[in-house]
Structures are given as C-alpha cells and as structure tokens.
C-alpha cells in the first residue's frame, strides 16, 4: 500500500515544523482559519441581529484523547474543553472564550490553546479571552434583548450521530434511577433563568443546513476517510479465515486506519459472519466465521474530525457458492441501477421511480434456481416503488456517520452533497441480508462515488481475496492453502453452515 501524505493534515504538518521539537501543537486544525471564518459568516447571516452561543465538549474523565464536540469544531476547529464561542449577527464579530492555563495540566500533557494575542492569530477568531469573561457579555447582549440561538440538540463527540444522541437523552431523562438531562438543556435553562424574557431559538436548525452542503477541504476529508475506509475493509477481506473471530477481521482494519493517520474509528467496526449480518448494526465481535458464510463489513475511520461510511460483502473462505452468487448477482446489479440515477437536480422520489423501472426490468429478465432468491428480489424492488415513501436515497455523511440534515421534504440532490446508497435485500425467515454501502458525493454534472475502488464485482472480490493479506507470504498458485476449507461448498443452502 503506497503511503500518501493527506492534504488535508498538510498544513498541521507545516505548522509543526515551525515549532520547537517535541512540541504539542496549540491549534491542530484540518483546515485553514479562513475556512472556519466562512462558517461562521453563514452563521452571522441566518441569525441577523441575534447571536449564536454554543458550549465546546468537556475534558474526559478518562484517559482518552480529547475530541470537540461537532458544532464547535465546525465553527472555530478548536480542540479545547469547555470552550464557548459567541457569535455575534449584529457586529459580526467572534468572541471565543478560553479557560485560563493549567500549568498542573501541562506538566503532564503539554501546553493547549489560552487566551491572548497568539490565541487569536492561530484561529482567525477576532477576539480570545478568559472564560471568565462569558458572563458579562452574556448579560450585555440580554440587556439589548437580542434574541440568542444556541444548540437544543445534545452535543455529538467522535462516533456519536443525531439520533443516538436524542436517544440516549430520552432514555436518560425518563429513567427513574437516572433523569438526566443534556448539557444543552442545563444551558439553556440557565439562560432562561438569567433573564426570564430572553428568546431562545434553536441553533441546530441553521447549523445542520449548513452542514448538509460540504465545502471542497470537507469533501477532501471525507475522501480521505473513505479512501482509508477502503483499505482497512480489503485488506479485512484479504485476511478473513474460516474460524477466526470477527473481530479478528476488524483488528485488520484498525491497523489500517491507524497506519495511515486516522484519529480513530468513526463508529464501532461491523463484522457480521453469516446470519448476525441480519442485524444491520451487529458489532457483537465473537462469533467465528464458518466455512459457506458470507461476511458483512461495514467500517470507516475518524480523519480530521470527518468519517464515512463504506460497506462489502465477501465469502469467509474466499469463493461465492452457487447460491451466493445467485443473490449477490442480482442485488448487484440493482443497486448499480440505482446508482446509475443519482443525479444533481432530482429528488429522492424521481431517483427512486427512475430505478425502480430499471430493477423491474433487470428482475423480470433473470432466472432464478432458487424460488426464495426471487420472493426477495421482488421484495426489495418494491422498496424503490411508487407506493413507498422516499424522502432521502440515503443517509448524509460528514462529521458525523449518519449525519445532519435539514430534513426537508422533496429536497433535491445538491452539489456537495454526500451521502451513502445502502439499500438491503433480504429473506427475513432464513435471517438472510445482502448488502453493499457506497459514499457518494454529488456534483455539477453528476456523482462521484469515493469507495469505487473497494471490490464487489464478485470476480474482484474473489481475486482480491486470493492475493496476500498483511504479513502473508505470497501464495504458491491461484489457490488459497493457507486458508482451512477454502474449497466453495456446493452443499444446498439449507445444509449450509
């Protein structure tokens, strides 16, 4: 695997040169400061008079790396916990507040991000100061009755989504040992109870319109976590055995992301051997694959604060059975049809009815050997027919796995837009699942799909998986000896593992 310095940790490579060896970087930032000046502009515009208040993610009481939370990152690229950042639609002006230095901290950890001059000229923010100092600009901008946006939605860390986050707030709040409720709604009760009149509104609603368009440096980051993606889940592909562990397969991958500078994982490794992958997030890790399973992956790493999200199917032993290829084929090429529709301009409704006539078309001209294989095909077809609901072709994709919207109905495919396709072709009595995930990214003239290059043509895959895995050696012939069974079975499906 070639190693390509990413472009967009280009900058924090050069900004680290500038500093003395061995030094913690007081502003690590994926992009520019002029990047995060734009966002904020946008912000400025939508809440006209008002202002935009949000809280930064507090320090860990753990030992692991310190991530911003989402929105804060989005606007300033800070990494600093309990920062808040005031933005003002009137003076258009920036003020981020800084907890002051911790010299016990930095001892230990090494020097962050502070208040002064130095803060200001590495972020672009027009002015940095005490944390402290919050209070009294709060109370100013109350005392000329301006209306204050500031996030409702909980807070969303590395590997958190929207919905998981509101989830994980509704279960709190309702349990009776519990009844927790979010930072958020702390805040802003704070705020109400400071000043009673204040109008609060909802700061998510511009934030995830925003965020739904990607910026080019955003579109770059989330190639790049694709493009790692991508290695990790083929060289997983290239390693898998009959009788390793699933999580054995997602060790591959981590590797992966790491060896090639992701911060992390962008959500917990999917490895599901056999009839587990009928959960479509099953990240149990224990089951062992057998010989005759086909195995789900589904994985993508954190890089620069941005992920993605990319999908395969691939036989344990490294050769699709007639029956496996009998469903794997025509799924195939319906979701190919359906990729083929993704065009700028259309709705979800237009790409669905489009795509659906194809996929008729493909199901009507295809002999099936296996009645069940054609139920299904026919059921998954209907999913995409006219008398469903599509509001989306899939889920978006940026900071955040399933990422932000702002859920409008009939919106239409934008430039800038990134989401997967991830439809499922299933035999819900067998616990049988058939699916594929690409990231797409619209353009002026069309779509670029960013995880082409990752096999699931089953030619592909089956040549990818013959070819050495990470610390193999090369194989002796087209064969796989060092793989146990690696012979397909040709058992009927129902005496199949």
């Not at 994926?30 to 502009?41: H, I």
């Not at 998981?164 to 704070?190: K, L, M, N």
């Not at 195995?295 to 050769?319: E, I, K, Q």
Request: some cysteine; charged content about 25%.
């Amino acid at each position: 695997m070639r190693c390509v310095l990413p472009r967009i940790v280009l900058a924090i490579v050069l900004g680290a040169l500038a500093r003395p060896a061995g030094a913690q970087p007081l502003f690590t930032s994926a992009f520019p400061p002029e990047e995060f000046a734009a966002r904020r502009a946008r912000v400025m515009a939508a809440v006209g008079d008002g202002v935009a208040v949000l809280q930064g993610a507090t320090e860990l009481p753990s030992y692991l790396t310190f991530r911003q939370n989402n929105h804060v990152f989005y606007l300033t690229g800070v990494e600093v916990p309990r920062a808040i950042v005031l933005i003002d639609g009137r003076t258009k002006r920036t003020t981020l507040f800084l907890p002051p230095r911790d010299e016990r901290m930095e001892r230990a950890e090494g020097p962050i991000l502070v208040p002064g001059d130095e803060a200001v000229r590495l972020t672009g923010v027009e002015a940095v100061v005490p944390r402290d100092d919050f209070a009294a600009a709060l109370d100013a901008v109350i005392a000329q009755g301006r209306p204050i946006y500031t996030p409702h939605r909980g807070e969303a860390l590395g590997a958190f989504t929207g919905w998981s986050v509101i989830r994980h707030e509704r279960i709190s709040s309702a349990d009776p040992w519990d009844g927790r409720t979010s930072r958020e709604a702390a805040f802003i009760a704070r705020l109400k109870a400071r000043s009673p009149q204040a109008k609060i509104e909802d700061l998510d609603l511009i934030l995830d319109r925003l965020r739904l368009i990607k910026s080019q440096r955003e579109i770059a980051a989330i190639r790049e976590a694709t493009r790692i993606a991508s290695a990790g889940i083929l060289e997983g592909m290239k390693a898998a055995r009959p009788g390793q562990k699933e999580r054995e397969v997602a060790a591959v991958a981590d590797y992966v992301f790491r060896k090639n500078g992701a911060q992390g994982p962008g959500y917990f490794a999917l490895v599901a051997a056999g009839k587990n992958a009928h959960y479509p997030h099953y990240h149990g890790g224990d089951s062992v694959l057998q010989d005759g399973d086909l195995v789900l992956f589904d994985y993508a790493p954190d890089v620069a604060n941005y992920t993605s999200d990319v999908t395969r199917m691939f036989p344990a032993n490294g050769r699709f059975t007639p029956w496996q290829r009998e469903i794997y084929t025509v799924y195939l090429r319906c979701y190919r049809a359906l990729m083929a529709e993704l065009k700028p301009g259309r709705t979800a409704r237009q790409v669905h009815d489009a795509a659906f006539a194809k996929m008729t078309a493909i199901v009507d001209g295809t002999t099936f050997a296996d009645p069940k294989v054609a139920k299904a095909a026919r059921s998954f077809i209907a999913l995409f027919g006219p008398d469903r609901r599509a509001d989306r072709v899939g889920h978006w994709v940026g900071m955040e796995v399933h990422d932000v919207d702002d859920d409008v109905e009939g919106a239409v495919l934008k430039p800038g837009m990134v989401f997967t396709i991830e439809p499922a072709l299933t035999i819900p009595e067998d616990r049988v699942y058939v699916r594929l995930e690409d990231v797409i990214v619209m353009t002026e003239t069309g779509y670029e799909n960013l995880s082409e290059s990752l096999p699931y043509e089953i030619a592909d895959v089956e040549a990818a998986m013959s070819a050495p895995g990470l610390g193999e050696p090369p194989p002796m012939s087209t064969a796989r000896p060092s793989k146990p069974s690696s012979r397909p079975s040709t058992a009927p499906r129902s005496q199949q593992p």
